[in-house]
């Protein structure tokens, strides 16, 4: 089975491919420009301009399955262009224009990595994929954009589509809040945060998870034109994670309660509102449908993956 992947040098991506060399596919992958992050036996093809239809026929020929990592999560500084065009040019119309080209190319499915942002960003009752999407924010709504004009696609050509939705994704060196809260943990002086009631009710995914459920859904016949609310099968609360954090680098931590309502509006004093929300409410997921449809089931838990983290971090 031949594989493209793009995103290959991001978070999943490195992780991804390591996994598929390991497991001796034909691998390519596209990128901006080489790396030398990989072996030799993982083709590159270098497109430096992703934004204006590029020409994806040379990395697309004899491929069976595109899996579509790359993705725009922030803004810049520097970016100067309208913020939903910002995000939609890369997410939405590079999408889209990979998938025709790779339709055009006769390769048989087309994986795309979207984002649990595109059903809400919080919920009082676990998210299942027939739930009306609900995106909050510019990236979740050019993320569900470009899943509509992908099973658009589906339906008009020969291209299957498998949807794949994650909520927070954690692992070696991740980034955003779960990559700050690891940092915060190892440093050699902490100081208490106020995250000691915090009762919400949040899904993750570990990488190697993630990693092995894409695999699958690039093979499993079951998977074509499906879409997937993926995690481990445990919840957790922030304050709760924080502590499997803490247990895995064998730190005591201090954490002081303090009301979440209070969090939020100091917060939202500091324009950090949308940092705190992915704190501190409440986003859980059922991957049920994974488990009937496909019989995936998780092949690490988080104190496992909490334990390789650990390892890393103390090796840097």
């Known amino acids: 089975m031949k594989l493209l992947v ?8 490195q992780e991804l491919v390591a996994e598929l060399v390991l497991k001796k596919f034909d691998i390519s992958i596209l990128v901006r420009k080489e790396t030398n992050l990989f072996p030799d036996s993982v083709e590159q093809f270098v497109i430096h301009d ?5 020409d994806f026929s040379a990395s697309l020929t004899g491929v069976d399955c595109v899996i579509h990592l790359a993705g725009r999560a922030h803004i ?22 990979l998938a025709s080209q790779a339709a055009e190319a006769s390769v048989e ?29 510019l990236y979740s709504i050019s993320k569900y954009e470009a899943e509509r004009g992908l099973l658009k696609l589906a339906a008009n050509s020969s291209l299957e589509v498998v949807i794949i939705r994650p909520p927070l994704v954690y692992g070696i060196n991740a980034p955003g809040n779960f990559g700050r809260l690891v940092q915060w943990v190892r440093a050699e002086f902490t100081l208490p945060l106020p995250l000691g009631a915090v009762n ?27 879409i997937f609310l993926i995690s481990d099968n445990e919840t957790l609360s922030t304050t709760e994670l924080i502590k499997k954090i803490a247990k895995a680098f064998n730190k005591n931590m201090f954490l002081f309660p303090v009301p979440v ?11 950090k509102e ?22 995936w089931y998780p092949v690490t838990t988080m104190d496992e993956q909490m334990g390789k983290i650990a390892v890393n971090e103390k090796n840097i």
């Open 200 to 226: 919400n009710i949040r899904s993750f995914i570990a990488i190697d998870n993630l990693v092995n459920f894409i695999i699958v859904c690039a093979q499993h016949s079951k998977s074509a034109n499906e």
């Open 261 to 271: 309502k209070w969090l939020m509006v100091l917060a939202k004093l500091l324009g």
């Open 76 to 97: 810049t500084e520097k970016n100067k262009i309208p913020a939903l065009d910002y995000f939609q040019k890369i997410n939405t119309e590079l999408t889209l224009e």
């Open 6 to 13: 793009t995103g290959a040098t991001g978070f999943i991506g």
């Open 50 to 54: 992703f934004e204006n239809s590029p």
């Open 274 to 295: 949308a940092d705190a929300l992915r704190l501190l409410s409440s986003l859980s997921v059922d991957s049920r449908k994974a488990r009937d449809l496909l019989e």
């Open 109 to 137: 499915r087309f994986v795309f990595m979207s984002s649990i942002g595109v059903n809400g960003n919080q919920n009082s009752q676990p998210f299942l994929e027939v739930d009306a999407p609900n995106p909050q924010g």
